[in-house]
C-alpha cells in the first residue's frame, strides 16, 4: 500500500485546496460529523493509522457516499461490501467543481500512487489515432495509441475500432490498398479485385510506382488532419470540392455511371463529419483551451491543454469575461506553435480530454481547439452561450439514476478487487449539492 503523498502538480493549482478529516478518535469510536461534510463532488481518500492509501475514488455526492462507505456492516451478514469504518482512521477530500476537475486530481493521485498499474484504474483509455506510416518500404495507414510521427498522423478517437473506421472510410475515398500483405509483394504481387473494380491504382503490380502511392497516402492523412479546419482553403473543403466539381461534370456529359460512383464517394465522406469523428484533427496540433463550470455559476474554471500536459489556470468570474477570452486565446495559440510531443506517461492525460470530448452534450464543460480560437470575439460569444445552457441531469443528480463511483483500492488483494469490482465504468456528473458547514475537526490546505 502506498503512502500517503501528493504529487508535484497538486500543488500547482490542481487540487490545491484539501481537508483531513479524522474517522475514528483516540478511543476507536467514529468521530466523523456527516452533517458536517459537504454533499458534493469531490476525490476522497481513505487511509489507515500509519497513513497508508486505503482507497481512493471520486463521487458525485461526497457526503452520501461517505455514509454508504462507512456504514456498520452487522456482524455475519452476507455482502461484499468492505468494512472501511473499522479499519480506516482518516479522511481526506478533494472538492472539484465538474467531472473533468475530478478525473484530473484522480489520475494525478493513482498515477503518483500507483505508477505501475493506475492505467486499470481509470474509466477512460489513452487516445487512438490514425498514423500514415509514408517512409517505410510498403507505406500504410495504422491505428496507434502511440503515434511515432505527430506530423502525419490524425486523431484523436476514442477506441481502437473508431480508429480502424476511420482509415476504411479514407482507403475508400483515396483508393488505397485494403491488403497490406499483397502490397508487401510489389511490384510483383497479384492484383486484388479492387483493381478490376477501378478502386485501387494497384502499387502491388507496379502499375503505379512505390513513391505515387506515397503521394496518394499523403493526401489522405492530409484530408484526415483537416477534418474540421476553419479555413475555407482546408484539405477537406478542396478535396470536396473537387469532388462536387468532378460529379457534375460527369453528369452534364452524361457519364452517369461516374456520376452516381462520386455521388456515392460523397455520402461516404459525410461519415468523417458525424460525432464519431468530431474531435478529429492534426496530432501535432493537440492543443485546446477547456473551460468548465466553476464555484457556482457566476464562474469558469480553465484548463490549457497541450499535447499531454494539463494545466490548470485561475477561476474567472463571467463580469470578467472579455478580458479573459483575449488571455485564453493568445496563451493557447502561443503553445499550439510550439513542438509538444506525446511522452507515454502523458497519454493518459490526452486520453482524459478525449473521454470527455466525445461524451458530447452530456458533458457540461465547453472545450475549443486552437485552431478556434483566432477570433477572440467570436470565442467570447461561445463562452457566453455556453453559460445561458441549464445545467443537465447526470447520474448522482437529484430526480436522477444514480451511479457509483471510480474507486481505486490498495489494502489487500482481496480488498482490491472487490473495490475495482464494484467501480462504474464511467464517472458521475454534476449534482446540485451544498457546500456544507466547515468541520470543527477538518484541517483544511489551501
Not at 240 to 266: D, G, I, W, Y
Request: proline share 7%; glycine share 6%.
Amino acid at each position: 500500500m502506498p503512502l500517503f503523498t501528493l504529487p508535484p502538480e497538486l500543488s500547482s493549482g490542481i487540487g490545491d485546496a484539501w481537508r483531513s478529516v479524522p474517522l475514528q478518535s483516540a478511543q476507536g469510536a467514529t468521530a466523523i460529523d456527516f452533517s458536517a461534510i459537504p454533499n458534493r463532488r469531490a476525490v476522497y481518500v481513505f487511509l489507515e493509522e500509519d497513513e497508508h492509501v486505503v482507497l481512493v475514488a471520486t463521487t458525485a455526492h461526497l457526503r452520501n457516499t461517505l455514509v454508504h462507505r462507512l456504514a456498520e456492516i452487522p456482524e455475519g451478514a452476507h455482502t461484499r461490501a468492505i468494512p472501511y469504518g473499522q479499519f480506516c482512521r482518516k479522511l481526506i477530500y478533494f472538492p472539484a467543481h465538474s467531472p473533468f476537475s475530478a478525473d484530473l486530481i484522480f489520475l494525478l493521485l493513482v498515477r503518483h500512487w500507483y505508477p505501475q498499474t493506475f492505467g486499470e484504474m481509470l474509466s477512460w483509455r489513452r487516445p487512438w489515432f490514425v498514423e500514415a506510416r509514408i517512409g517505410q518500404m510498403f507505406p500504410r495507414l495504422i491505428k496507434t495509441d502511440s503515434p511515432e510521427e505527430l506530423s502525419l498522423a490524425a486523431g484523436p478517437v476514442d477506441s481502437r475500432a473508431a480508429a480502424g473506421r476511420l482509415i476504411e472510410t479514407v482507403e475508400e475515398l483515396f483508393d488505397l490498398c485494403r491488403y497490406y500483405s499483397i502490397l508487401q509483394q510489389a511490384p510483383d504481387g497479384a492484383a486484388c479485385a479492387y483493381k478490376d473494380m477501378g478502386k485501387c491504382p494497384a502499387p502491388c503490380d507496379g502499375s503505379i510506382s512505390m513513391d505515387q502511392y506515397r503521394t496518394q497516402l499523403a493526401a489522405a492523412i492530409d484530408l484526415a488532419r483537416n477534418l474540421h479546419a476553419p479555413c475555407g482553403d482546408s484539405a477537406w473543403n478542396r478535396w470536396h470540392a473537387a469532388q462536387e466539381s468532378a460529379m457534375r461534370q460527369a453528369a452534364a456529359q452524361l457519364r452517369f455511371e461516374q456520376a452516381n460512383n462520386l455521388k456515392t464517394r460523397l455520402a461516404r465522406a459525410d461519415v468523417l463529419q458525424t460525432s464519431a469523428f468530431a474531435a478529429v484533427q492534426a496530432a501535432d496540433k493537440f492543443c485546446y483551451l477547456a473551460l468548465q463550470p466553476g464555484a457556482g455559476r457566476p464562474w469558469i474554471e480553465p484548463f490549457y491543454i497541450h499535447g499531454g500536459t494539463i494545466q490548470r489556470q485561475a477561476a474567472v468570474h463571467k463580469r470578467d469575461l472579455p478580458a479573459a477570452c483575449g488571455r485564453w486565446c493568445t496563451d493557447v495559440c502561443a503553445a499550439a506553435n510550439s513542438a509538444e510531443d506525446f511522452q507515454s506517461s502523458r497519454l493518459w492525460f490526452a486520453g482524459l480530454l478525449t473521454h470527455h470530448l466525445y461524451r458530447g452534450e452530456a458533458d457540461p464543460g465547453l472545450y475549443l481547439p486552437a485552431q478556434e480560437l483566432h477570433d477572440e470575439q467570436a470565442v467570447c460569444r461561445r463562452v457566453q452561450e455556453w453559460l445561458k445552457k441549464p445545467p443537465r441531469k447526470m447520474p448522482g443528480d437529484p430526480g436522477a439514476s444514480s451511479g457509483a463511483d471510480n474507486s481505486a483500492a490498495g489494502p489487500s488483494p482481496d480488498l482490491i478487487s472487490e473495490a475495482t469490482a464494484n467501480a462504474a465504468p464511467t464517472n458521475l456528473y454534476p449534482g446540485a449539492g451544498r457546500a456544507g458547514s466547515s468541520n470543527p475537526a477538518a484541517e483544511e490546505h489551501v
